[in-house]
């Protein structure tokens, strides 16, 4: 399973995006390697300066615990919950080549994610 977005992927992500542009959360459901942890937390850490520069913010991180109702093997280690002020933001942030440094830390340490974005509900 992929734990980065590819090319392709943000291609289709900005081609959903809506006029005016909205803001998104981005949903990450992560399973660790093991021993991957210590390397995601600096991740992490390392990830808030290129967040503040597109205007994004970590709105939620924690661990995952009890499933109530989930499929077989739907176990996670950790949600995150990023707002980004639009599609457009992220992408400019994976594409940055100093964020593309520290893309190893997480890359190293997640072996499944699902990252997906959402989008506020009208009233």
């Known amino acids: 399973m992929p734990v980065n977005p590819t090319g392709r992927d943000l291609k289709r992500l900005l081609a959903e995006d809506t006029d005016p542009p909205s803001p998104i959360a981005m949903l990450n459901l992560l399973r660790f390697k093991e021993g ?3 390397d995601y937390e600096e991740y ?3 990830i808030a300066p290129f967040l503040e520069r597109v ?3 970590m709105i939620y991180v924690g661990d995952a615990s009890t499933s109530l109702v989930a499929p077989d093997g739907w176990d996670w280690d950790v949600l995150l919950v990023v707002r980004y002020p639009s599609r457009r933001a992220f992408c ?3 594409a940055d080549e100093e964020y593309q440094e520290i893309t190893g830390l997480r890359t190293g340490a ?3 994610a699902v990252l997906q974005a959402t989008v506020p509900w009208s009233a």
């Open 110 to 112: 997640v072996e499944e």
């Open 92 to 94: 400019d942030m994976v």
């Open 55 to 57: 205007g994004g913010e």
């Open 36 to 38: 991957g942890r210590p």
């Open 44 to 46: 992490a850490r390392r």
